[in-house]
């Protein structure tokens, strides 16, 4: 008896527990959580009130969110029941992005931890995410007791290239005693130059180049390094290395005229927390000592570095030093009107060595090495030297079939370093405070008796440290290269700041190459925070201009007061992009104010004739075959005028469109009936009643900025389509199109179901096309279509960048129609799978990308007459997926007759397609074609 008794006891136990555990059996926890556009546990943050963001796990049981919570604290044991700075509470959502942080005010240097859970479709709730934590860095100018520190290096009147004023790179330091352990150490850091920084010897960060480049008049960044493991109770050392970088730089003064500014500064202040809780503080003061007299001799973006070894100064960054015999600083106080704000993007690093190197000529003591890719970044050279020599390293983005080691494209920038050897032997040498774009690396004077070698020279890439964000393949060797050539031209043009070239004496913002790019950016790269921080630096320049002009460049080093369409549109079309492939609003809401001003712009140059503004232009930049000779060929043939009116009309519509994301109704109304009102002046200004260009050059670009711009009455429209088949016809279905009009065609024929013509110009071989520069050996995007040929060399023309990325902008379509996966809603919460395979061309393509939920892919096949597509639909999203085959019989979903696959909502039907809507999950689609 007593034994059953407890028998049935352990049996209730146990049948409790059992129970007990399903009823709390929670779900999978959210995770990849992200701060803001994508940062993960970051220190010295930007932004107080930033937004939270996470991902849904993949599972058979999770499909959407229904809710979110989250909580956020002061520290990780008041989580997650206790938030005391702000709990969400059970929010009835299916936001998974960007949410905005409601708590209370953070502070500089607050450190804040966060969780998150979430609801499925289905009401569970799932487990509590692992906790986050991010940390603010130094948000106000006020919260810095530093001074600005350096020598005067513009009293030693160093000339250069062009008489420009040159700064000898400065070494400068502050020893400091601590009389206890060290618990925790924070390195708030800047200059108006660029730096390196080490602690007791050591190298504080891998960063490149920093503090990186906004416009300093107006913004500096500061960077936040975690030291505590650098120092040690007792003397410590912390030592910089300065040099001009962009601030004092000849690439910040475009006329001889400001020769006359500043040498370069360092800001930083090392706050540290005692283990016995006291602090202390080092700061950039008038303490401090430096010198000119290290191995870095100079240093400038455009012209390279010189290195001497017999300048060397072992150990003078380490704490063992005596530097009593340098020079006392010079200090100054920070001026009101200039920001000190956290870096807001990813600084520049070193991501790639390339080792594959191949040589390609030796004579005379000078060597060619091919590093097989057209890279930006700095040689690594470990290379037998004698004493006394000085070993020349020159750079080429391409030789002349005859050998010739060709700069001349560099045009003024000297881009060339020098390494002077202090003895015999193997001598290594990296390039710091500059960069350079090459694919060929020249060397000239090491060691005679040496042979050289494929080891003596590696390239090192670098780029702003974002992560890939896509990937974009199919079965067709040159569409790969193409793919290969548009990534590599991101990355090499995303020093900092988005570039149009990154070798000649440019390497500038300008404003419509990064507008014609961004979406297809935003597809490869991670670019999200890159974009939002230098659309800050282009409103910081805006902002100089009382009618809203936006410059052709960001930062505006060129301060010409004006403004060309399709280049100041930036500002609206850059935030509408990235609103796009995000779904974060802050973009539009950060921006919204700017682009309205840039339609003020607009207005502002209208003079005689209603509607049409006047103003610099510069035209469809570069298009093939212009009718005028020389540099004036360079804007195309299409009107400026009438580029001007489109570009006003486009942006109003677009500025109506965020205003209706925003809320703004009443601008909704304006904005709208502007564009309309422009439309009209357009139409008849511009179209005759054929839908044919009047008073203006019939081109491509005309036609294409009117019909994707929906400028036209819907009737002329459809005439204005075939005149742009015409068009194309007469070219020998080769592209007539520039800066402007290239991003758009794909766009245009795809709408026109002109499919198969787009693949027929994308897959031309000659000139003007695509695939031209990669028969003529490209491994980047050139500036001009024909800007180089192997047998005739660089176009005689001058202006020729092999890596420009503007027809880059090819690489939206490709990943939206080629492979077929596009975010259908902002930021993929509705996704679009419509791939468009054209069998002549192609068997396979595929692309992947990272969605702010989740990893989306679409990948399509054609084997033995039948098309198999496999789409991966991330949690929380849905999508349509449009099979590009109208044969619903034989269509069979996950292995079932489409018709009776349960998880598709069954959607339009034509003959020529069939489109499903589909929850999250995987799916795998064939048919016979
Ligand atoms: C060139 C630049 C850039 C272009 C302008 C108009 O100098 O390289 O690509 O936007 O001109």
Redo the contacts with the bound molecule.
Sequence with gaps: MKRNFFFVLVLSVLAYFFAFSFINKNIQAPHSLTLSEGFNNPIGFYDSSPTFSWKLPVSENIKSQSAYRIVVATSEDLLPNHADLWDSKKQNSSQSTFVKYQGKALESRQKVYWQVRFWNQDENASDWSETNVFELGLLNNADWNAQWAGLDTAKDSIKGVRNFLMHRPQYLRKDFELTSDVASARLYITAKGVFDVYLNGKDVSDDVMTPGWTPYNHRIETLTYDVSEFLTSGKNALAVELASGWHSGRISRRTALYDNFESPKILCQLEIIMKDGSKQTIISDESWKGTTNGPIRLAGIYDGEVYDANFEMPNWNAVAFDYSNWEFVEVEALAKNVKLAPKRHYTVKNQIVLNDVEIVSVKENTAVFNMKQNIVGVPKIKVPMKKGDTLKIRFSEMLLNDGTFYTINYRSAHSTDYYIAAKDGVVEYVPKFTFHGFQFIELNGYDKNAKPDVSWVQGIAQHSNFQINGTFTSSHDKLNQLQSNITWGLRDNFFDIPT??PQRD?R?G????AQVIAPTAMFNYDTHAFWMAWLQSLRENQSEHSDGMVP?IVPDVLQNKKG?PG?GDAVVIIPWSIYNSTGDKSVLEENYKAAKKWIGYYKSKIEDKALIPKMAS?GD?LQPFPSKKGKSG?SGDTSKELIITAYFAHSSHLISKMAGVLGYNEDVKEFYNLYKSISKVFESTFFDNNGKVKNGKETQTSYLLAIYFDLLKPENKLKAKKHLLEEIKNTDYHLGTG?LGTPILPKVLDNMGEIDLMYKILFKETYPSWFYSINQGATTMW?RWNSFSISGGYNAQS?N?LN?Y?YGAIGQWMYERIAGLAPLEPGYKKIRIAPLPNTEFLTSASATVNTPYGKASSSWTIENGTFYLKAIIPPNTSAQISIPYGNEAGLHVNGTVYKEFSDVQHSNTDKTSITILVEPGTYNIQTKI
């Design positions: 149009d070239c440019e500038l300008w404003t419509g190459d052709f060309s280049w510069f930049w360079n800066f500036e202006m960048s420009h503007a």
